[in-house]
């Protein structure tokens, strides 16, 4: 009786901990989204370190959010429920578009039961951030084909404060990171106003309307990838002009719930400046394909190893592939 009792706490312990971090990660989507704040961030990627300011607001309206540059080219975005506009006062131009998520926050998806068959998701101790104690939770991937995760969470409010994207040696490729933070501050209305008001500036609306891309929906893809990572399902299909005298080009998107992967393939000869083969900017990899007439490129932020492995194994849906 004492050996079963022992065998079945060593079999509990690993799930109630797994539990717990998952929990946590939820916490922090909540919070991120739910709570206000004002504070000062740093982004590192691509060897580049950026800093900015973010101010948030929630309430009957919804959220309200306004980031801005303090490095680098001045700009400012502005994100509510409905749209995103963004600032550009190098270039004298504001882009307006519908709302998406928040960059470069990370976005943890709400189905984590799903994502742990291809990561595990662990509770990796404590530390302090921004005067902040928090509790570090880790998503590592099982395999080399996706990118691992560590986000420190204040343990009071559960309002992220870190993260790092780690590649499959644990070594992060981008970091963010608060070195001052507000939470549940009152945030005044005039805070959330642009510093510029965009007159004289060149506008730009991307909602769907003329000179927009021209998108079709159809219900499968002529084109298909034989070699995905396991877990990694299409999640969304169009055919779309990237250019206004073009042909339509395929464009589709794959996820294993956390990595998120596009693939486009375009009719007709390359350009003159489009070269085959692997491209990387920070933790983005793009690998491209070039045939006689098609262009095949795959993106994504996993390793290069996914996007070449997938490059490589497009055909079209009648198994034919004009190599």
Not at 22 to 41: I, K, R
Not at 111 to 134: C, H, M, P, V
């Amino acid at each position: 009786m004492h050996w079963l009792q022992v065998l079945l706490l060593a079999v509990a312990v690993p799930a109630v901990a797994q539990e717990s971090a998952g929990q946590w990660l939820d916490d922090m989507s909540s919070a991120v989204q739910n709570l206000n704040y004002d504070g000062t961030f740093v982004y590192l990627h691509d060897g580049k370190l950026e800093a900015m300011r973010i101010i948030h607001q929630t309430g009957e309206g919804g959220e309200r959010e306004r980031l801005v540059a303090l490095t680098g080219s001045a700009r400012e975005v502005l994100r509510n429920n409905q749209s995103v506009t963004c600032i550009l006062p190098d270039s004298k131009s504001v882009m307006v578009g519908q709302s998406r998520p928040r960059q470069p926050f990370p976005i943890v998806p709400g189905d984590l039961d799903s994502l742990q068959k291809y990561y595990r998701i662990e509770n990796a101790g404590e530390d302090r951030i921004a005067g902040y104690l928090t509790r570090v939770i880790t998503i590592t991937p099982k395999d080399t084909y996706r990118y691992g995760h560590r986000f420190w969470i204040d343990k009071q409010s559960k309002m992220f404060l870190r993260s790092d994207l780690t590649d499959v040696d644990n070594q992060p490729i981008e970091q963010v990171m608060f070195t001052r933070l507000g939470i549940g501050v009152a945030i005044p209305d005039s805070d959330l106003q642009p510093s510029l008001t965009g007159e004289g500036y060149a506008w730009y609306h991307q909602d769907g309307s003329k000179g927009a891309q021209q998108a079709k929906t159809h219900k499968e893809p002529g084109w298909t990838v034989a070699r995905l990572p396991a877990g990694f399902d299409l999640t969304n299909y169009q055919r779309k002009r990237i250019r206004p005298d073009g042909d339509y080009t395929e464009h589709m998107v794959y996820s294993d719930g956390l990595a998120t992967i596009s693939v486009y393939v375009e009719t007709g000869p390359a350009d003159a400046d489009t070269s085959p083969g692997l491209s990387s900017m920070g933790a983005m990899n793009a690998y491209r394909v070039i045939t006689d007439s098609h262009v095949m490129t795959v993106v994504g932020d996993v390793p290069a190893v996914t996007v070449q492995m997938m490059a490589e194994s497009i055909t079209s849906r009648g198994g034919v592939r004009d190599d």
